[in-house]
Every structure is written in structure tokens, then in C-alpha cells.
């Protein structure tokens, strides 16, 4: 079957840094995705992981490991407006939708 | 217009009427896709649609849920006889085409069945 696992709920402090984790088991892959959603807004493209490793875009970075099944959502320096749900997606196969997580909510505090 | 549109935002139904969600893509994406999001919860699928193939309707939670996509473009989910159950946040989402290509998600829209 496919499956996508991620952490229900985080807490952070304001100005830390936060990993998100996401495993994933599915009958084939082609990418990952990480999405950020606010309460009640749609959710927003943040990265698309394909090969093995760390891709950085500015105070966010994603991470990869194929072989693991596993991938990992890093935020610096923490500001309140990152609170929000991280949803972890995978593409099994080229032509296929998307096997999305249940989200993980995080919760900045000061 | 610069991104994907839904309408209604929100809509309030009785138990056993019928509605219909809409859904205008970005402009040249072939590829739609519509989701089902409850409360605090993930995103559920409900229909795929690429270009001139066949639906993946694979999602769709009962026969009472149908899709539509006229002219490759614009898409209409009809729900019938709404049931409570049915209360959740519709969302649609496009892509340049199937593959590899980010979806960039509308508003939704807002259901609930009274």
C-alpha cells in the first residue's frame, strides 16, 4: 500500500529552527513534495525533491533520502508567521496523482 | 487571471440538496485535480483530470460525487442528496500537465451541510 507518515503537531520558539519529518512507503517514486498551509487558506508550494540530498531556498531547506524513504522540512530562524500546516506529498509513479500526508501543524511561540 | 479560481467560497446546504463546486485552472495547465480537506485533516482525492483522457475518478467517496470538465478548461464537481458527512473544504488544484508539475492549489470552497 502507500503510505505517508508525518508528526501530527510541533512546537517551536520564535528565531529557532524546526525539522519536519516525513516517511513515506509507496510502490514507486518520482518526487516529493512540501507544501506550507495556513489556517484556512489553500495550501502553497514550498520544494520538489527528486535526487538524494539537501536543497536550500533561503530559510527553508528539504532533504532527501531515497533509499531511507524519508525526507525532512528545515526551517531557520523561526518567525510567528511559519506557523502553519507542512504537508509532506509523494508521486509514486510519473502519471500517477499525488499520496498526500496528513500535515504536520506547526506552532511558533515567542 | 493569475491563478486558480473556485466559486463559491462557501456555500450552506440542506441534507439532501444538491450542489455544484466550480473550478477555473490557470490558464494552459492540462492537468486538474480536485481534493476533499475535513477539519485538521490531510488532503483526501477525489478526481483527476488530464487533457482529452478518461478521469481518475478513483477517489470519488460515493456515486452521489461526480466531475466534469468541459473544453479542457473549466471543471464542475456536483455532489447530490449532501449528506453532513459531506461538510469539508473543496479544493482544485492545476497543473502545466501531468508528471512532475507543481499544483498550485485555488481557495476552496467552503461546504457545510446543514
Known amino acids: 500500500g502507500q503510505n505517508i507518515d508525518q508528526p501530527t503537531e510541533m512546537t517551536a520558539t520564535e528565531g529557532a529552527i524546526v525539522q519536519i519529518n516525513c516517511t513515506y512507503q509507496?510502490?514507486?517514486?518520482?518526487?516529493l513534495f512540501w507544501y506550507q498551509q495556513h489556517a484556512g487558506e489553500a495550501p502553497t508550494f514550498l520544494s520538489y525533491?527528486?535526487l538524494d540530498g539537501l536543497e536550500e531556498k533561503g530559510r527553508f531547506s528539504s532533504f532527501l533520502s531515497r533509499s531511507k524513504g524519508y525526507s525532512y522540512l528545515l526551517l531557520k530562524e523561526l518567525q510567528m508567521k511559519d506557523s502553519a500546516s507542512y504537508l509532506c506529498?509523494?508521486?509514486?509513479?510519473?502519471?500517477?496523482?499525488?499520496?498526500w500526508g496528513a500535515g504536520t501543524k506547526l506552532i511558533i511561540k515567542p | 487571471g493569475a491563478g486558480v479560481s473556485q466559486s463559491p467560497s462557501n456555500k450552506v446546504t440542506e441534507k439532501g440538496k444538491d450542489v455544484e463546486l466550480r473550478c477555473d485552472p490557470i490558464?494552459?495547465?492540462?492537468?486538474l485535480y480536485w481534493y476533499r480537506q475535513s477539519l485538521g485533516q490531510g488532503l483526501e482525492f477525489l478526481i483527476y483530470?488530464?487533457?482529452?483522457?478518461?478521469?481518475?475518478k478513483s477517489g470519488l467517496p460515493s456515486d452521489r460525487f461526480s466531475a466534469e470538465r468541459t473544453g479542457g478548461s473549466v471543471s464542475t464537481l456536483t455532489i447530490q442528496r449532501t449528506q453532513q458527512e459531506d461538510s469539508a473544504v473543496y479544493l482544485c488544484?492545476?497543473?502545466?500537465?501531468?508528471?512532475?508539475?507543481?499544483?498550485?492549489f485555488g481557495p476552496g470552497t467552503r461546504l457545510l451541510v446543514l
Open positions: 488544484a492545476s497543473s502545466a500537465r501531468e508528471g512532475v508539475e507543481t499544483q498550485y
Open positions: 490558464s494552459g495547465h492540462t492537468a
Open positions: 483530470f488530464q487533457g482529452n483522457s478518461a478521469p481518475d
Open positions: 509507496t510502490s514507486g517514486f518520482n518526487g
Open positions: 525533491n527528486v
Open positions: 506529498a509523494v508521486r509514486p509513479y510519473s502519471n500517477y496523482q499525488l499520496i
